[in-house]
């Protein structure tokens, strides 16, 4: 044997040796994790179960019990939220799958700790199993853990659909009438000025929607058009959508739309905040569109165009001071009220994203202890953030700047300030 032939023999020897260590450790630290996650899915069933054992004593009773109950589920949510700079709303479903998991799983809680399985395979199961009826659940569980176990969590979703289908005792169509109930559209914003809207319908008419896009789309290729599929399909939606357009306008003029052309056909109510310089066409410093985020000047100005009612709000390029609100709106709030959601944003309760136009302004002093109507005393909070402030062990106090001092009834301190200048 050469010694090339040897060196190279002995850095695949080395290679395997390496790459069984990093296997193993991997291997290891996922079932760390695994066995952390059944922790902590034991650990938010106990609060769940822990805050409703005490809804009568910390809610006060002016509520009526059920919702007295949800408060003290709610407040209890939004401490453990406060404490891991989590969204609220991800620890209460966290919290509805761990008590899922806890109490009607207990053979999935007992593999995730062994880690014999992942918290993704345990969320597929608990996800499943949530719109299965109690008749029906053992025999789905015993049926769907064995294969968790030994396969990946994308298969076992495809197998999991199947076996819930199979043992459902339900009939298909009635789930379906009920699950009609949850269509909705879903915007969530995306980076560089893109955003994603998700539309939650029935089968037929989200395939009825692909396939009118398609052709659009195809019918605009084969004319031509040099965007790519994927673009067609996209602008193929946004001009469906906002002009109308349709397959059948398309075999007669086949050329799609580009999106600043259907953006001209956006008549929105807006709130833009502009620098100043970018107003006056000698910067690109960003616009800031309310409820997404920065968007490039030429896009808020051909917005600015468009909209009926339009809030402009000029800042100071160098401090993001705010130097003036326009009045040409529809319906003009009150100064103040306006002052306050434009220093908040969104809600000041941590963590909470709603954006401020949907919160109430809520006295941080109440009016009725002798607090003041003023920008130094007013703070946006959404409704539930609004209500959960005045359960017993919860404490707020506004300081100066319109900084929020938050008390959470286990005596933690959390700290918010006003929405930063976006520039």
């Not at 695994?34 to 034991?42: D, E, K």
């Not at 966290?94 to 053979?107: C, F, K, M, S, Y």
């Not at 968007?295 to 993001?320: H, K, W």
């Amino acid at each position: 044997m050469t010694e090339s032939t040897t060196s190279a023999v002995r850095a695949g020897d080395d290679y395997v040796a390496q790459l069984a260590e990093f296997s193993d450790e991997y291997a290891d630290i996922c079932r760390q994790q695994a066995v952390l996650a059944a922790r902590a899915a034991r650990l938010l069933a106990r609060s769940a179960a822990y805050a409703d054992a005490l809804a009568d004593s910390v809610v006060p009773a002016v509520y009526p019990p059920a919702e007295r109950q949800a408060l003290s589920r709610r407040s209890t949510c939004a401490a453990l939220a406060m404490a891991t700079r989590t969204p609220e709303q991800t620890v209460q479903r966290a919290t509805n799958d761990a008590e899922r998991l806890v109490n009607e799983a207990p053979a999935v809680l007992a593999s995730l700790e062994a880690g014999r399985i992942s918290a993704r395979h345990a969320q597929t199961i608990t996800d499943q199993l949530s719109d299965v009826p109690t008749a029906g659940r053992a025999a789905f569980l015993a049926a769907v853990l064995p294969v968790a176990e030994e396969t990946t969590n994308a298969n076992l979703r495809k197998r999991a659909r199947a076996l819930r289908e199979r043992l459902h005792p339900e009939s298909i169509t009635a789930r379906a009438v009920r699950s009609e109930a949850d269509r909705r559209v879903e915007f969530e914003p995306a980076a560089d000025g893109m955003a994603w809207v998700h539309l939650f319908t029935t089968a037929p008419i989200a395939q009825g929607v692909i396939e009118r896009v398609e052709a659009a789309a195809s019918e605009s290729r084969a004319a031509g058009d040099t965007r790519t599929c994927m673009q067609l399909q996209a602008d193929a939606l946004a001009a469906l959508a906002l002009t109308g357009v349709t397959p059948e306008d398309v075999m007669a003029s086949p050329v799609l739309p580009h999106p600043i052309e259907v953006q001209e056909h956006i008549t929105p109510t807006v709130q833009i905040t502009v620098p100043a310089l970018s107003l006056a066409g000698v910067s690109d410093a960003p616009a800031t569109l309310d409820g997404y985020g920065p968007i490039d000047p030429e896009t808020a100005a051909r917005l600015a165009v468009n909209a009926p009612s339009l809030t402009r709000i000029l800042v100071q390029p160098e401090t993001g001071a705010v130097l003036s609100v326009g009045r040409n709106q529809y319906r003009v709030p009150a100064d103040l009220q306006r002052a306050v959601r434009l220093r908040d944003g969104t809600c000041r309760a941590p963590g909470c994203g709603r954006r401020a136009r949907a919160c109430d302004l809520d006295h941080s002093v109440a009016w009725d202890d002798g607090g003041t109507t003023d920008v130094g005393n007013l703070a946006c909070l959404c409704r539930h953030h609004h209500r959960m402030k005045h359960l017993p062990g919860w404490n707020l106090e506004h300081g100066p700047g319109g900084v929020l001092e938050w008390t959470t009834p286990d005596g933690k301190h959390h700290r918010t300030e006003p929405d930063p200048a976006p520039f």
